[in-house]
């Protein structure tokens, strides 16, 4: 995987967070940091079209049906209680 040297430009308060962050023993460099935030922000990034998709899913499987709450529980404890037995 090849690499690109980026120039980046941060407040001193951002400055001081990163070299706490490094000083915690966490990462060797800001260059490490930075390439975290960018894994942890390309993660969250797929985990919310995920989601996305997944709710647009919902979406076009039809009509929902009414839920009888008190029904599931007697189902969901039927069930639980034959397992235990």
Do not use: C
């Not at 070299?19 to 894994?39: C, M, P, T, V």
């Not at 839920?67 to 034959?82: Q, Y």
Request: aromatic share 6%; no cysteine; hydrophobic share 30%.
């Amino acid at each position: 995987m090849g690499t690109v040297r980026k120039t980046i430009t941060v407040t001193d308060q951002q400055d001081k967070w990163i070299k706490a962050q490094i000083e915690g023993g966490d990462f060797a460099n800001d260059s490490e940091y930075i390439r975290d935030l960018i894994r942890r922000d390309q993660a969250r990034s797929s985990e919310i079209d995920s989601i996305r998709a997944e709710l647009i899913k919902g979406e076009q499987s039809g009509e929902s049906q009414p839920f009888d709450g008190g029904r599931f529980k007697e189902k969901m404890a039927a069930k639980h209680a034959s397992k235990v037995r």
